[in-house]
């Protein structure tokens, strides 16, 4: 949790969190303006994008929490799902219905399969076997991954996809729709976030004054407001996307609309929170103070 400053005002984390618990609300009224009804002809874009908005929703309440648990800079890890999330959201809504179908389609096939081949190369054919797989359906599911890897090559050849490619690669799709800048930054935030970093682990590692090796409250601070303003910023995207494609079913309308803007234009006007912190290069406030005048 971040407290407020009472000299000050409310501080950045503060506001941030307010803003966040504003978007939730907004957000909630939206995920159930657009319930999707089964239906045998029910369009996959429209599943998958409904999947993506409640996943953030989700996410950005999971950040709160962590942050009531003094835990938010934990939401750093959420960022870089939440990005691919949009992204690949803008990418399908440029494309027709069937192209847009069959790309999901043949996705979420090869996902599945070769979530099944890792666990099989891992555990063994008894193992998968122990667990309720027959085994002419592993065969059978091996057959079938390279037939649905050759129709996402057809695919990418008919969607001007880089030559050979099975599935294009993240910075392809954020080029496609105008979001280079912003992976650029966002991936250079995130990675270190998901992945092992000497450098992230140094950044983390402070030491007080008795010399005790400790995580910094202004490290931690500016890590889930960091976090918070990005998982807001993508949400807002990503429900932009994700009603598109779903379509005239939901929308903005009445008090929700008014509503939606008046917080887009609250959470606009609160300050940046950069990628990295001065504290970081131990400048002191002299320096820092010389670098504003």
Known sequence: ??????????????????????????????????????APDLAIRHVVAKAVIERQTSALRAALLLGDQCLGNLATAF???AFEEQ????????????????????????????????????????????VGFPSRFADAAGRETSKIRDDLRTLGQE???????VVPSTN?????VGAQARYDYLFAATSR????????????SWWDSDGRIMMASERTRHQYAFALQQLINIAVRTFANALAIIGPTTSLAGPTEGRFTATVERFAEI???????????????????????
């Open 79 to 81: 960022v870089r799902q």
């Open 172 to 176: 392809w799709v954020a080029e496609r």
């Open 1 to 38: 949790m971040i407290e407020n400053s009472s000299e000050a005002g409310p501080s950045l984390g503060a506001q941030l969190e307010a803003s966040a618990r504003e978007f939730l609300g907004i957000f909630d009224a939206l995920l159930a303006a657009s319930e999707l009804q089964f």
């Open 87 to 130: 992204i690949w959201l803008a990418y399908v809504e440029t494309l027709d219905a069937e192209p847009g179908e069959r790309l999901l389609t043949a996705m979420r096939l090869n996902d599945a399969l070769r979530g099944l081949a890792a666990f099989h190369n891992y555990a063994g054919a008894d193992a998968l076997r122990g």
């Open 193 to 204: 976030a998901v992945h092992f970093s000497a450098g992230e682990a140094m950044r983390n």
């Open 271 to 293: 300050k940046w929170v950069p990628l990295v912190i001065t504290e970081e290069f131990n400048l002191s406030p002299r320096q820092r103070s010389r670098s504003r005048a």
């Open 159 to 165: 969607l001007g996809w880089p030559k050979g490619t």
